[in-house]
């Protein structure tokens, strides 16, 4: 059976645009993890001007925004591989963390996140009331 269209190749090609290849990364290439009550985030963003960042909250999504400045047309470029222009990153954030306290420090090419887990979310002890020590208490 001849096919016009391979649904794999385009899933893979769609796949590589959203997530990038080793020869191309992604846009934002992320790390995430977890230290204790606080998720960082490290979004790579090398020439990048601080001015240009924008961060947003909406409910859950967290939406980074990025522009890079575009190449000058006058140049003959060899390789042009970094993306340019503006771009964006959305990360689905819990319920569990704190989306009030979100802290950013954009250093050396790198934005970083700190993000803390929710007092509510945290585990916390329940005190257990004994009422067999408040029948001893009024019986005696």
Do not use: C
């Amino acid at each position: 059976m001849l096919m016009r269209t391979d649904p794999f190749r385009d899933l893979d090609r769609l796949t590589q645009e959203v997530f990038g290849t080793p020869a191309r990364p992604a846009a934002m290439p992320m790390d995430a993890w977890r230290d204790g009550d606080k998720f960082f985030v490290e979004l790579d963003l090398p020439g990048v001007d601080p001015e240009s960042l924008d961060l947003d909250v909406e409910r859950n999504v967290l939406t980074v925004r990025a522009s890079r400045p575009e190449l000058d047309a006058n140049r003959s470029m060899l390789a042009a591989e970094r993306t340019r222009g503006v771009f964006s990153r959305q990360l689905f954030l819990g319920e569990n963390l704190d989306t009030e306290a979100i802290r950013a420090d954009y250093r050396d090419g790198v934005l970083r996140l700190v993000i803390p887990v929710s007092e509510k979310a945290k585990p916390r002890k329940i005190e257990i009331a004994r009422h067999d020590q408040e029948r001893q208490a009024l019986t005696v």
